[in-house]
């Protein structure tokens, strides 16, 4: 007779065995529902259920799994084995593997990736953020965009985000000359945006360069530049909330800032010292 452990794996291989005879969108479900880090721990179960998990649908790839995502041959790994949709793509990088993030765009690209999520780690003060491969543009299915400390890619020929209805970016640098138009560009492009938010963007731009955000759908608007901001905001009829964060740039059409925001329930303006990084609200209406 076997030893009582050996007895207990072999009864719960046979009991994983029998799930295998649940019809196929049942066992997917079920897959799906217990996230990626346990799918992929079924393949110990037995070796009917080896390769089992990389037939489901769609995974999500999220930092937020436990650690399991900060080893970048982690999500090399997952990327190889499963040929399907990746919906979902959050991870968060430090500066030694931040450039891996370009070996993983190309594929993303073609996964049909909805929910993006890139946050990259680089400190110096002489040095650019990574540059994004792109492919990144060429992810079309995107419902949710958000980069944390990158350089933006030049505009490839074929690219567009119809779907986008959530736009982050913090600490991304536009180093073409036209750096402006092509934030203005992203933006425009967007048909759907309901949520804008800008934090501590670089435009590669003269100061007499201005760009115009128009976003007929948009509902949250976030601005916070360390420069004058070139912006114009024009038709922005469904704007629920704005807070803009001017620094200690009072700027010169303010007055055509404040009328483009004046359907906005909640508003928020604030200046800031640099010294202490103080913020001071100098006006806040919630109606």
């Not at 079920?30 to 110990?44: E, K, P, Q, W, Y």
């Not at 990259?120 to 079309?140: A, D, I, N, T, V």
């Not at 991304?172 to 750096?179: S, T």
């Not at 700027?251 to 329930?265: G, H």
Request: net charge neutral.
């Amino acid at each position: 007779m076997p030893p009582p452990r050996r007895r207990k794996t072999e009864a719960a291989a046979a009991a994983a065995d029998v799930l295998l005879s649940l019809p196929t969108d049942v066992l997917d479900d079920i897959l799906a529902r217990v996230g990626l880090r346990d799918a992929v721990r079924t393949s110990v179960l037995s070796r009917a259920w080896t390769r089992r998990w990389e037939f489901i649908p769609s995974i999500d790839i999220s930092a937020d799994d436990g650690g399991m995502w900060k080893a970048p041959s982690a999500v090399d790994g997952i990327l190889l084995r499963f040929p399907g949709r990746v919906r979902r793509f959050h991870v968060s990088l430090d500066k030694a593997t931040s450039c891996r993030v370009n070996d993983w765009l190309p594929t993303l690209s073609r996964r049909g990736v909805e929910s993006l999520s890139l946050k990259l780690r680089w400190h110096g003060q002489y040095f650019w953020p990574p540059r994004l491969h792109e492919s990144f543009f060429c992810c079309s299915g995107l419902t949710v965009l958000n980069l944390s400390t990158c350089t933006m890619p030049s505009f490839p020929l074929n690219w567009g985000f119809p779907n986008l209805r959530s736009l982050i970016l913090s600490n991304v640098m536009f180093l073409e000359e036209d750096g402006h138009y092509q934030l203005q560009e992203i933006i425009e492009t967007s048909p759907l945006l309901e949520e804008l938010r800008l934090v501590k963007i670089y435009l590669q731009r003269y100061i007499d360069m201005e760009f115009v955000i128009q976003a007929p759908n948009l509902r949250c608007l976030t601005l916070c530049f360390i420069e004058e901001f070139g912006g114009i905001l024009k038709e922005l009829p469904r704007l629920h909330s704005a807070a803009i964060d001017m620094w200690n740039h009072v700027q010169s059409n303010f007055d055509e800032l404040l009328a483009t925001l004046v359907q906005a329930r909640n508003l928020q303006l604030h200046l800031c010292t640099e010294d202490g990084w103080v913020h001071d609200n100098f006006f806040i209406l919630i109606r």
